[in-house]
């Protein structure tokens, strides 16, 4: 059974960082690409971030494009995401999830197991 646990959320102020991490178990982490999504109240699950197998070839939304980093360590089984310059408009619950492949892919329907999510409030 694949489980994706994530940590590092909580607040902090505007222009501040925080590092979000995932730990996933159960498949053979290495195999597939991972991404980072997040949902804000009232508002659709967004794409953040993804990485590809082997941690080679990124993708970003616009929105954070500059600001945050996806990285991936396959000897820890563990995808992070290096957030800086927050904003408050960055404030969601932020998701990980394992891709059905091993390529960069933005869409949430190319997502096959989710984590239970860690809340990031950035306030002003």
């Known amino acids: 059974q694949v489980q994706l646990v994530e940590s590092g959320g909580g607040l902090v102020q505007a222009g501040g960082s925080l590092r979000l991490s995932c730990a996933a178990s159960g498949r053979t982490f290495s195999s597939y690409s991972m991404g980072w999504f997040r949902q804000a109240p009232g508002k659709e699950r967004e794409f953040v971030a993804a990485?590809?197998?082997?941690?080679?070839?990124?993708g970003y939304a616009d929105s954070v494009k500059g600001r945050f980093t996806i990285s991936r360590d396959n000897a820890k089984n563990t995808v992070y995401l290096q957030m800086s310059s927050l904003k408050p408009e960055d404030t969601a619950v932020y998701y990980c999830?394992?891709?059905?492949?091993?390529?960069?892919?933005?869409?949430?329907?190319?997502?096959?197991?989710w984590g239970q999510g860690t809340q990031v409030t950035v306030s002003s």
């Open positions: 999830a394992t891709g059905r492949s091993r390529v960069v892919v933005s869409t949430p329907s190319s997502y096959d197991y």
């Open positions: 990485i590809n197998w082997s941690g080679g070839r990124t």
